[in-house]
Nanobody, 121 residues
Framework: QVQLVESGGGSVQSGGSLRLSCAASGYTYSRYCMGWFRQAPGKEREGVAAIGSNGSTRYADSVKGRFTISRDNAKNTVYLQMNSLQFEDTALYYC???????????????WGQGTQVTVSS
């Protein structure tokens, strides 16, 4: 059974940083595409960043240069380093996994429960 557990969310002031983690279990993690998504109240879920098994990455334009996705296959964990956080980054952040490379499309098969990020201006 695939499980994804996010952690690292919290409250931070504008300009601050947070690092999200997603611990994966129940599948061959290293072969999967991993993505980070977010959903703010009243808005659709949007792709933030994704990373392939070979380390290639994709980012939403709104976070390029501020967010960095990485993965540690030995620890079955994917990270999202978020710097220069803005009020508009406030959302529930989800980790997702799939054998198919959906990149920033919200079509992944497996999802975590989410971790809240709140940025105060």
């Amino acid at each position: 059974q695939v499980q994804l557990v996010e952690s690292g969310g919290g409250s931070v002031q504008s300009g601050g940083s947070l690092r999200l983690s997603c611990a994966a279990s129940g599948y061959t993690y290293s072969r999967y595409c991993m993505g980070w998504f977010r959903q703010a109240p009243g808005k659709e879920r949007e792709g933030v960043a994704a990373i392939g098994s070979n380390g290639s990455t994709r980012y939403a334009d709104s976070v390029k240069g501020r967010f960095t996705i990485s993965r540690d296959n030995a620890k079955n964990t994917v990270y999202l380093q978020m710097n220069s956080l803005q009020f508009e980054d406030t959302a529930l952040y989800y980790c997702a996994a799939d054998q198919l490379y959906w990149w920033l499309l919200p079509k992944y098969t497996y999802w975590g429960q989410g971790t809240q990020v709140t940025v105060s201006s």
